[in-house]
């Protein structure tokens, strides 16, 4: 089978149980240097267990994502990266702004609502973010919330949900989401709906995982619609390449006119997924 070269090192080839064969695949190395003794590295995503630490990206929150039915979790980190970088790491890889807060009509006048966190939360997803982390961390969000945010997710419709960036409530928006325990939670949503949205493809008929993860990109970006639009002007078999070669004809709802981010994901993923 293939193994990607780890220098130095013996490779071990770990299978996750119960996966189908040759996925889910997890390569390994064992270090046996003086420095290094009976460390064990994932040749995929560069996390270490035994002596060894993990590291991760630039405004990154963690080091990997958690493998799934459809991506492995070094599939998964890079998606989280590559999305977090065209939403708020101003198209760097590995870059992100949890502490994000966006206002109403911002991007565009139909957005009638605050955008949060580094993965863009809009409306009532904000919400979500919001909830997850006072049902998850609830000392932290009650320490935290000093301007009555806890009632506002209770009584308000976060569908119209305006906020000015310099209020109260704002700045106490921005302190829970970019709190270790917020940025956790901010992860741990992205990751949710990352699985969901290529799970979304695969029903789709898409099954490359460059191309999963493509979707993945647009459905954040404009909706299962765009999705099944671009789909729908797309070349089959639905490849990465493909779906790159339909967006350059797609002008609707963002999607289309998103350009550099469309080339910056398809640079990524074959930079990264290869």
Not at 13 to 32: K, L
Not at 152 to 174: P, V
Not at 202 to 208: S, W
């Amino acid at each position: 089978m293939f193994r990607p070269s780890c220098a130095d090192s013996s490779v071990l080839d770990v299978y996750a149980a119960g996966t189908a064969p040759m996925t889910n695949v997890d390569i390994y190395q064992m270090n046996n240097t003086p420095a290094q003794k009976f460390t064990i590295t994932n040749c995929g995503t560069g996390a270490t267990s035994g002596s060894g630490s993990s590291s991760s990206g630039s405004g990154s929150g963690s080091s990997s994502g958690s493998g799934n039915q459809y991506a492995t979790a070094y599939q998964m980190e890079v998606l989280r990266k590559i999305m977090y970088a065209v939403e708020t790491g101003g198209q760097v890889y590995g870059n992100a702004r949890y502490d994000d807060f966006t206002e109403a009509y911002t991007n565009t006048p139909e957005e009638h609502a605050i955008t949060i966190g580094a993965g863009q939360w809009f409306a009532t997803e904000a919400k979500r973010l919001l909830n997850t982390i006072r049902e998850q961390y609830p000392s932290t969000f009650a320490a935290l919330d000093t301007a009555g945010i806890a009632s506002d997710l209770d009584t308000k419709n976060w569908s119209t949900y305006k906020l000015s960036k310099t209020s109260a409530k704002a700045k106490c928006i921005q302190k829970i989401i970019s709190s270790p325990e917020g940025i956790k939670c901010q992860d741990q949503l992205l990751d949710e709906q990352m699985v969901k949205y290529l799970g979304e493809a695969r029903d789709l008929g898409v099954t490359e995982i460059k191309a999963m993860m493509m979707c993945a990109n647009l459905r954040h970006l404009g909706g299962l619609g765009a999705v099944k639009r671009v789909l729908g002007k797309t070349a089959t078999p639905y490849t990465l390449d493909h779906i790159y070669s339909a967006l350059q004809s797609d002008t609707g709802n963002q999607v289309g006119t998103f350009r550099s981010r469309n080339k910056k994901v398809y640079g990524w993923l074959i930079q990264y997924i290869g």
